[in-house]
T-cell receptor, first 111, second 112 residues
Framework: GQNIDQPTEMTATEGAIVQINCTYQ??????LFWYQQHAGEAPTFLSY????GLEEKGRFSSFLSRSKGYSYLLLKELQMKDSASYLC????????????FGKGTSLLVTP | DTAVSQTPKYLVTQMGNDKSIKCEQN?????MYWYKQDSKKFLKIMFS???????INETVPNRFSPKSPDKAHLNLHINSLELGDSAVYFC???????????FGDGTRLSIL
């Protein structure tokens, strides 16, 4: 099975940087994904890590350490529209590519 | 053009009824999924289909049955609906293990 943990809520100020952590325990690992979900909408893909290190994509970066079972999503130059839920998801081995999601981190960006 | 589309968007029905949710993707993906998101926003995999074969079934009650007439469609049939089935159901699709899944807009199912 898989156990994925991330903080329930975070608050940050517009223009600041925020780091959302995710830890996981899994019997097999085949990649880690970050998704953004605004209230009432579908999850949308942000980033993917399968090897250790940092992946950068504009204002968003994601880091993975497989030995530590740890990832983080870094959001820079926060904007009000970044207020959303951020979902960490792990793809296991032999799971037919299905994702196991954490419970999500609700991020509130304040002026 | 909508990549993953599911219908209906809202479904309100009574306990004990049978209902279906349809999903279609025009991305040419070979794997499709159904996820359930409960009131606490926890998104959980229900089924995945690859080339018309069921790959996983995560302890979902057999009242739920996925049906795939072709690789662009994966419909979800639910029999004898129960109050606990109230949730948002998301369809998704992908190709390859390192490719992201694309989600539909969700179907909000409410059981009265």
């Amino acid at each position: 099975g898989q156990n994925i943990d991330q903080p329930t809520e975070m608050t940050a100020t517009e223009g600041a940087i925020v780091q959302i952590n995710c830890t996981y325990q899994t019997s097999g690992f085949n990649g880690l994904f970050w998704y953004q979900q605004h209230a009432g909408e579908a999850p949308t893909f942000l980033s993917y890590n399968v090897l250790d290190g940092l992946e950068e994509k504009g204002r968003f970066s994601s880091f993975l350490s497989r030995s530590k079972g740890y990832s983080y999503l870094l959001l820079k130059e926060l904007q009000m529209k970044d207020s959303a839920s951020y979902l960490c998801a792990v793809r296991g081995v032999g799971s037919g590519y299905a994702l196991n999601f954490g419970k999500g981190t609700s991020l509130l960006v304040t002026p | 053009d909508t990549a993953v589309s599911q219908t209906p968007k809202y479904l309100v029905t009574q306990m004990g009824n049978d209902k279906s949710i349809k999903c279609e993707q025009n991305l040419g993906h070979d794997t499709m999924y159904w996820y359930k998101q409960d009131s606490k926003k926890f998104l959980k995999i229900m089924f995945s289909y690859n080339n018309k074969e069921l790959i996983i079934n995560e302890t979902v009650p057999n009242r739920f049955s996925p049906k795939s007439p072709d690789k662009a469609h994966l419909n979800l049939h639910i029999n004898s609906l129960e109050l606990g089935d109230s949730a948002v159901y998301f369809c998704a699709s992908s190709t390859g293990s390192n490719q992201p899944q694309h989600f539909g807009d969700g179907t909000r199912l409410s059981i009265l």
